[in-house]
């Protein structure tokens, strides 16, 4: 589910609340693989919370309102991976809050991106695995 034209609306919306916050390394280096194997921007609905998607970008993901135009209510963005020593290591970012009710999602959101990115990208793998030929024993 990529687009063409990559999503901005969060950084053209008013913030209602801006933290710190921080990704387990797991799920950033997942996203990192996923849009490195299907594209600049990935975008799927989020199982269980009707009418919301994750849309997944290098430098943001963000969470959208389908039902009010694609209105973002809530972002990580600003990943600090410059001088990141481990790959295990959790990266620091800015967690943007647009919806009153946006930080009762954020563990959830995180859980089903997982779910959906392993999907994508063992069917990718599996794909990969398919070109291969094997070496022939003697």
């Known amino acids: ?14 913030v209602l609340h801006t933290r710190e916050g921080k990704v387990e390394a797991i799920y ?7 849009l490195k ?4 921007q990935i975008r799927f609905p989020i199982p269980k919370l009707k009418h919301l998607d994750l849309i ?21 963005t600003d990943f600090k991976t410059e001088g990141r020593q481990s790959l295990l290591a959790p990266v620091q970012c800015e967690v943007r809050i ?25 069917e990718i793998m599996n794909d990969e695995k398919a070109d291969v030929l094997p070496f022939k024993k003697d």
Do not use: C
Not at 1 to 14: A, G, K
Not at 28 to 34: D, H, I, K, S, W
Not at 56 to 76: C, E, S, T
């Open 1 to 14: 589910m990529n687009s063409m034209f990559l999503y901005t609306r969060h950084n053209e919306v008013p």
């Open 28 to 34: 950033y280096n997942e996203v990192q693989t996923a």
């Open 37 to 40: 194997k299907l594209g600049r």
């Open 56 to 76: 997944l970008q290098k430098d943001a993901w963000i969470v959208i309102d389908r039902a009010l135009h694609d209105f973002p209510i809530l972002a990580w």
């Open 98 to 122: 647009f919806h009153f009710a946006a930080s009762m999602i954020l563990r959830r959101t995180l859980e089903a991106m997982d779910l959906m990115l392993g999907e994508q990208l063992a």
